[in-house]
């Protein structure tokens, strides 16, 4: 039998008394328009929250992407 486990807090404060979110799952998808989207799943106590988050066109995240296929490739 598999163990579940444990509940643990998904928002803490930091330090700085600022909310930090923990996030099990994120993806990055890009639309056909190049826009960018967040897609990212929440687990809980309370059970699994999803949020999809529109961030527009990224040339940083273009280039990223860019450079980790080519570096897929040359492997």
């Known amino acids: ?3 579940r486990r444990a509940p ?3 928002v803490k404060e930091s330090p700085t008394g ?3 979110m923990r996030v ?3 993806l990055l998808s890009r639309d ?3 826009t960018w989207l ?3 799943k929440v687990r809980s106590s309370a ?3 999803s949020l999809q988050i529109p961030i527009g066109k990224h040339r940083a995240i273009d280039r990223l992407a860019w450079e980790l296929r080519k570096g897929e490739n040359q492997s």
Do not use: F, L, S
Request: net charge negative; hydrophobic share 45%; aromatic share 0%.
């Open 47 to 49: 059970g699994d929250r």
């Open 8 to 10: 643990r807090a998904v």
């Open 32 to 34: 056909e328009r190049g």
């Open 24 to 26: 099990d799952d994120v």
């Open 18 to 20: 600022q909310a930090v």
């Open 38 to 40: 967040i897609d990212m």
């Open 1 to 3: 039998m598999a163990k």
